[in-house]
């Protein structure tokens, strides 16, 4: 059985880390089944330690494996973000990130714009250790606009990579903190449920303690299964390139399991 997540992107240390779960902890109802997920960030940049504006922020390769193991547990999805929206060299290069993460991480999200699901899909067999990855599938602006934002042409796309990914997360907002516009993406959940029942919807943009209530109110409504995914709006100063607020993350985290408890 799959369960639905509630995340927090852009954790660089294991002690950040740690006072996350602490936060997760004290609100989380007993009979919850929703996750945490933990996320941390690499670009192919960062990788290969190529010049980036992300290089302050993002976690250095060497330390990702120790983020990963303070959080070290079945309810947690301890999860590499790894963004190449070229989609350079995708099997080579995640082989090459996988290094640096397993077997501490349980789960992946792809923030690239359609990779090859036959590279994705040998990527993990030649280089992931221990079990099979949660994978998760961001799909943003570009990645909607490859497919002429048609309902019809996502779903079929989507359909590609049956087998390889868990997750699609619904995702607009370019790291850049925008709301999520549930009309925008109403179209394009409702043909996933429809067409592609084993795929499970995230949502993510612009949700913090301020947003995340009505948002996820609205979606739940209507998907209960639903997970959601923040970063922008909890960072310090609402900005993807400074560290978490963790006052911030607790709000977002607390309200939000209210809503899904």
């Not at 880390?17 to 609100?27: E, G, K, N, P, Y």
């Not at 963004?83 to 996988?98: H, K, P, Q, R, T």
């Not at 923040?230 to 911030?248: G, H, I, K, M």
């Amino acid at each position: 059985m799959r369960y639905s997540y509630l995340g927090i992107t852009g954790v660089t240390t294991p002690l950040q880390a740690r006072h996350l779960l602490d936060i997760f902890d004290q609100r989380r109802p007993e009979e919850t089944t929703t996750l945490l997920h933990l996320g941390a960030m690499m670009s192919r940049k960062t990788l290969y330690r190529l010049p980036t504006i992300w290089e302050p922020i993002f976690p250095k390769r060497e330390t990702l494996r120790s983020v990963f193991a303070a959080a070290a547990r079945k309810d947690v999805l301890t999860c590499l973000h790894y963004a190449d929206y070229e989609g350079i060299d995708v099997e080579e290069s995640l082989v090459e990130a996988f290094s640096y993460i397993c077997p501490e991480a349980n789960s992946l999200q792809l923030d690239m714009i359609w990779p090859d699901p036959d590279e994705v899909g040998a990527a993990i067999a030649r280089g992931w250790e221990g079990n099979s990855p949660i994978v998760i599938l961001q799909v943003g602006r570009k990645a909607l606009e490859g497919v002429g934002r048609r309902p019809s042409e996502l779903v079929s796309r989507l359909g590609q990579y049956a087998g390889i990914i868990d997750y699609v997360l619904l995702d607009e907002s370019g790291g850049e903190g925008r709301p999520l516009q549930i009309g925008s993406v109403m179209s394009f959940a409702r043909a996933i449920k429809e067409a592609l029942p084993w795929l499970s919807l995230a949502f993510a943009g612009g949700l913090g303690p301020e947003t995340i209530r009505p948002v996820a109110k609205e979606l739940l409504a209507m998907f209960p299964d639903a997970s959601f995914d923040a970063q922008t709006r909890v960072c310090t100063n609402n900005d993807a390139r400074n560290a978490l607020d963790l006052t911030r993350c607790a709000q977002y985290l607390w309200r939000a399991l209210e809503l899904k408890s």
